[in-house]
T-cell receptor
Framework: QKEVEQNSGPLSVPEGAIASLNCTYS??????FFWYRQYSGKSPELIMS????GDKEDGRFTAQLNKASQYVSLLIRDSQPSDSATYLC????????????FGTGTSLTVIP | DAGVIQSPRHEVTEMGQEVTLRCKPI?????LFWYRQTMMRGLELLIY????????DSGMPEDRFSAKMPNASFSTLKIQPSEPRDSAVYFC??????????????FGPGTRLTVL
């Protein structure tokens, strides 16, 4: 079983819609959770971090964490074509120092 | 802040040649990570250092790969001899491992390696 799992997609949403990206993880001791955005040919860029159960909002982005169910999600409201990218979920587990585990990413396309 | 710096940005070499990738982490960061990314396998952690000491190199694919961090501001990843299957984008990332685990990794621009 992989440490972090994501649906690879592709996920397509119309411009202005809400895009919902999901991620599950296996280590219940995980402490920190991150969402990275990666444009084609570029490096991953941090867009959200979340550490406690519940929601965390930053502009059009909302991260949701449910430790009991071991999932973390990212909602993108009012999706724009510029949001088209691959979104990587990363988890820092509780038993491996400061190593991060990355999912394989979900490809999102926002259709104008 | 200049961010994580990697060089070269692109490298094309022939099978059997030695390849050296370089990374300068963000000043003040105490952890450094080397990743490899391919379409087939996604982002794979190769090795990471904490305070210049290698902590986990279980992701290094074989003895052809080696990494060093002689000081807090420089690291190298070497492949000798290189093979076509090593073709990938290699990312370096750094973080400050603070108490409580709330550290964030920042990625460099990557080195696109092509082995012919």
């Amino acid at each position: 079983q992989k440490e972090v799992e994501q649906n690879s997609g592709p996920l397509s949403v119309p411009e202005g819609a809400i895009a919902s990206l999901n991620c599950t993880y296996s280590d219940r001791g995980s402490q920190s959770f991150f969402w990275y955005r990666q444009y084609s040919g570029k490096s991953p860029e941090l867009i959200m971090s979340i550490y406690s159960n519940g929601d965390k909002e930053d502009g059009r982005f909302t991260a949701q964490l449910n430790k009991a169910s071991q999932y973390v999600s990212l909602l993108i409201r009012d999706s724009q074509p510029s949001d088209s990218a691959t979104y990587l979920c990363a988890v820092k587990t509780g038993n491996t120092g400061n190593q991060f585990y990355f999912g394989t990413g979900t490809s999102l396309t926002v259709i104008p | 802040d200049a961010g994580v710096i990697q060089s070269p940005r692109h490298e094309v070499t022939e099978m059997g040649q030695e390849v050296t990738l370089r990374c300068k982490p963000i000043s003040g960061h105490n952890s450094l990570f080397w990743y490899r990314q391919t379409m087939m396998r996604g982002l794979e952690l190769l090795i990471y250092f904490n305070n210049n000491v290698p902590i986990d190199d279980s992701g290094m694919p074989e003895d052809r790969f080696s990494a060093k961090m002689p000081n807090a501001s420089f690291s190298t990843l070497k492949i000798q001899p290189s093979e076509p299957r090593d073709s990938a984008v290699y990312f370096c990332a750094s973080s400050f491992a603070a108490a409580g685990g709330r550290d964030t990794q920042y990625f460099g621009p990557g080195t696109r390696l092509t082995v012919l």
